[in-house]
């Protein structure tokens, strides 16, 4: 079983940055492809990012466009989103992720590819 912690969130101004972290459990960390998605208040659960298990393909939600960097660290079972350039419309509480399915591109940002899911972070953009 892989559980995962994110922490990170919080409070933050619009313009501002936020860098959450998730930690996996799973000691073959590097196996795993990790994931993040988002619920917005009222929203429907939105990917955002995801990270093969070397680091070596990313993969971004449209609405990110360059504001956001997904990236990990093996050796301390660790994945970063690092969101700049924050808006309020990216107020929601964000999940992480994980499955060891074979990566496909393209199903990334399907949540169904993803058995293990964190308790999730708030966070909130205020203007």
């Known amino acids: 079983q892989v559980q995962l912690v994110e922490s990170g969130g919080g409070s933050a101004q619009a313009g501002a940055s936020l860098r959450l972290s998730c930690v996996a459990s799973q000691p073959t960390f590097s196996v795993l492809h990790m994931g993040w998605f988002r619920q917005g208040p009222g929203k429907e659960r939105e990917f955002v990012a995801a990270?093969?298990?070397?680091?070596?393909?990313?993969d971004y939600g449209d609405f990110v466009k360059g504001r956001f960097t997904l990236s990990r660290d093996n050796a301390k079972s660790t994945v970063y989103l690092q969101m700049n350039s924050l808006k309020p419309e990216d107020t929601a509480v964000y999940y992480c992720?994980?499955?060891?399915?074979?990566?496909?591109?393209?199903?990334?940002?399907?949540?169904?590819?993803?058995?293990?899911w964190g308790q999730g972070t708030r966070v909130t953009v205020s203007s």
């Open positions: 992720a994980a499955h060891r399915q074979v990566w496909v591109t393209g199903r990334s940002g399907d949540p169904s590819m993803y058995p293990y």
């Open positions: 990270i093969n298990w070397n680091g070596g393909v990313t």
